[in-house]
């Protein structure tokens, strides 16, 4: 069931009717009606990986009693590695496993040795990442005594669960999710109507700017050798906003419909392409799995504390396990390090941090070193981008040089140019850019008349194609 | 929230509303269209009067060369439409005679597409934007099983066939950007390509017993008087499942068989669909034995 297909349009209005009208007299029964409807979400991609999704609930929280209840450090100690290792195993056997296979084989291969590996027929269940990534906090926590573990299972199940954010996050903190689940929401009108404003912000972003750069983009690197390198650099402007469309949208979307729910997610997109240097970029892009990776890992290593050497390791190894986190391919591993040579420099020049404060454009030299500054961490994220797109190093690195052995053909490039993405890409900007200290965009001043035209733009640009899918679902 | 219900129905009233003026303005834009592809341009003709009028799928676009009809005398046109099938071929003549178009002669490609009674979706979206202004094109849609979406929610159609009718061939109809479909009368000559694929398999390929379009075709002929010519369409050498036009044949003893008047690969562009060099040998053939000129 996608966010922008029908039977969304109908599951989503009846758990909402249930929730404030029949199942609204106790936090309990409010928990209970959105597991089952969790639960039913989910089981419309495969109901098969239902248990896996259980019996990670079961696992986590099971685990976080022990690891609590616990009276040794040897005890807390082994029920907290049971946990960490059974989580990341499972997401090791379904997600990595092959890769890892391959490239051992490969690497054998390479020396000589005949290796077949065997190599399993899993498809990746829906979500895992996420959920894991979830329970992995909450464990995180508790063995660290930042909370407490929660006894309640159906609110703890509601935690790992939640459909708004089970199948492409935000990943979610149990500090932040679970003090929500734990008391009966009361409705909020203003609330409700920001969740709905978000809804259509995030459907437009889906279906008419990540649908409509989609194709252009698809095109382009599909057939990369033919084309020169003006129209290889719009395909990866294209797929910079295809996959900012798309993600933040499928964000966008998720948050709204748990505020129409009375509950807040964390804040996964914060107009990252008006960054205006890497470490903005990356205080603004998937927050929650940049935040994730700054607690749980960055931190516990040292983070930017200690050597220069210790420091240069510490960026790198987030960096590449963020890469690697979206799944198991070089050119994601690549993206990350790539992305990790960005922001080295800032780190150690330390100027990582000062981009901090939003500032507006007036007419002056200041202003203009922003513009330039903007455009020129736009420009080198798209380079990062390519090898995100390629389905290979090789494919990436090809993709470069043909950008940088400069040609130009005016018949191709006409073909890569479209007229709405002419029209959409300027409303995406200016809306953002006046609305960027709002969570969204259709928010407050002119909230009808925006509303009104971004519905006009879904009806008359939008892509409703139930096949195109959420990039992020495969992660 | 009595209050959110409240916004939630007035967005809902304002989408509404969206919708209807612009499938209005669209649909109005449509009905203005005449150079931009054939079906445009039968809906929104007037009376006709034609010798012969070509139908079927490419197969009949790239087939049958309208200029050499004329050259004998024989006002004609080419309706054949790539990718469609019966069901849209059967819906064109309906409203050509709907417009009083005079016809003396229906020549009909069928052959491979006797093999489904299913809406051509890349085709038959076209006529949709025409489905509250003809009772033809309303009736013909009403077995399919999204009609009454299609129908009655304002703006559906133009969402669910983007592609076809979206905002693109509005901007392009409004603009009256003329496409080619009408050149040469209809026909559309194909070149001899390097890379045509000369090899088809139609092993699985079954021609339905009562195809209920070409049926249709039949009948309307045979109720207007007029002459109703179905023909098969040759394909190239190198064909697996060549008895299909046997079956066809068994099944439709009425339909004549022309696959093999033009066999050899150079006179194919693809294993379907014959060059403008052999399209013109396969025209002559029909209207020598067909028109006796």
Not at chain 1, 101 to 114: D, L
Not at chain 2, 234 to 260: L, Q, S
Request: aromatic share 20%; charged share 20%; proline share 2%.
């Amino acid at each position: 069931m996608f966010f922008n297909s029908t039977a969304f349009a109908i599951f989503l209005p009846i758990v909402f009717f249930l929730y404030w009208f029949v199942f609204n007299k106790s936090k309990s029964t409010q928990n209970a009606l959105l597991i089952v409807a969790s639960y039913y979400f989910y089981s419309c991609w495969d109901w098969r990986f239902l248990f896996l999704l259980v019996f990670s609930t079961f696992l986590d929280y099971f685990t976080g009693i022990q690891i609590e209840k616990s009276d040794s450090d040897k005890k807390r100690k082994f029920w907290f590695w049971l946990s960490i290792l059974v989580n990341l195993g499972f997401l090791g056997i379904f997600k990595y496993y092959n890769f890892f296979a391959s490239s051992f084989a490969e690497m054998f291969n390479s020396f000589g040795f005949k290796v077949s590996p065997f190599l399993l027929n899993v498809i990746l269940p829906v979500g895992i990442s996420f959920y894991t990534f979830h329970g992995l906090s909450y464990v995180i926590d508790i063995y660290y005594k930042r909370i407490k573990a929660e006894y309640n299972f159906i609110d703890y199940s509601l935690f790992v669960s939640y459909f708004p954010l089970l199948v492409a996050g935000p990943i979610e903190r149990a500090t932040h999710l679970l003090p929500q689940v734990k008391i009966k929401r009361e409705f909020n009108l203003e609330k409700a109507k920001e969740g709905f404003l978000q809804i259509i912000w995030g459907l437009f972003k889906k279906v008419v700017i990540a649908d409509n750069c989609a194709v252009y983009a698809n095109n382009i690197f599909d057939h990369y050798t033919s084309m020169d390198s003006v129209s290889l650099i719009m395909g990866t402007v294209y797929f910079a906003f295809q996959i900012y469309g798309d993600f933040s949208g499928y964000s966008d979307i998720a948050l709204g419909v748990s505020k129409l729910f009375g509950i807040d997610l964390l804040k996964n997109f914060n107009y990252p392409y008006f960054s205006r240097d890497i470490a903005e970029f990356w205080r603004r892009w998937h927050i929650s799995l940049s935040s994730w990776f700054r607690d749980y890992v960055y931190i516990p290593l040292g983070g930017s504390k200690g050597s220069k050497t210790i420091q240069v390791r510490n960026v790198f190894i987030i960096f590449l396990l963020s890469g690697f986190w979206h799944g198991a391919n070089w050119t994601y591993i690549a993206w990350g390090a790539i992305n990790a040579f960005y922001f080295l420099p800032l780190l150690l020049i330390k100027t990582n941090r000062n981009n901090i404060e939003e500032k507006a454009i007036s007419f002056n030299f200041s202003s203009l070193k922003m513009i330039c500054n903007i455009l020129f961490t736009f420009g080198i994220t798209c380079v990062a981008w390519i090898f995100f797109r390629s389905e290979n190093i090789h494919m990436a690195f090809e993709y470069i040089k043909r950008i940088t052995f400069f040609s130009f053909d005016l018949d191709g490039l006409k073909e890569q140019i479209s007229y709405i993405i002419i029209i959409i890409l300027p409303y995406l900007i200016l809306l953002e850019w006046n609305n960027r200290k709002k969570e969204c965009p259709l928010f407050d001043r002119y909230s009808g008349i925006k509303t009104i035209t971004t519905l006009i733009f879904i009806l008359l640009f939008g892509q409703f194609d139930i096949q195109s899918k959420f990039i992020y679902f495969q992660f | 929230m009595k209050k959110f219900l409240f916004y939630i129905f007035k967005i809902f009233l304002v989408t509404v509303l969206v919708a209807v003026v612009l499938d209005g303005l669209y649909t109005y834009i449509f009905m203005q269209s005449k150079n931009r592809g054939k079906i445009e341009a039968v809906v929104n003709s007037e009376a006709k009067k034609y010798d012969v009028v070509i139908l079927g799928s490419s197969r009949a676009n790239n087939h049958f060369v309208s200029q050499m009809f004329e050259e004998k005398g024989l006002k004609t046109f080419n309706y054949g439409m790539s990718g469609g099938h019966l069901f849209e071929a059967s819906l064109m003549l309906k409203l050509m005679i709907e417009r009083k178009y005079e016809i003396k002669n229906v020549i009909l490609e069928a052959d491979l597409n006797l093999s489904n009674e299913k809406m051509a979706e890349g085709i038959g979206s076209l006529f949709i934007p025409f489905i509250h202004n003809s009772t033809i094109i309303k009736d013909h849609f009403k077995n399919e099983s999204d009609f009454n979406e299609l129908y009655y929610i304002p703006f559906y159609r133009y969402i669910k066939y983007d592609g076809k009718i979206g905002i693109r061939e509005v901007f392009f109809s409004a603009i009256h950007k003329k496409t080619n479909s009408q050149d040469n009368l209809g026909y559309y000559p194909l070149e001899k390509h390097k890379n045509g694929n000369m090899k088809n398999n139609i092993v699985n390929l079954n021609p339905l017993p009562h195809n209920k379009y070409y049926e249709e075709i039949k009948n309307i002929c045979k109720k207007n008087n007029i002459n109703f010519i179905a023909v098969m369409t040759p394909m190239c050498e190198n064909v697996v499942g060549m008895n299909y036009f046997d079956k066809v044949k068994k099944a439709y003893p009425e339909i004549y068989n022309y696959e093999n008047v033009v066999i050899e690969d150079k006179y194919f562009s693809s294993c379907g669909h014959m060059t403008d060099a052999g399209a013109r040998i396969f025209t002559a053939k029909i209207i020598k034995d067909f028109f006796n000129k």
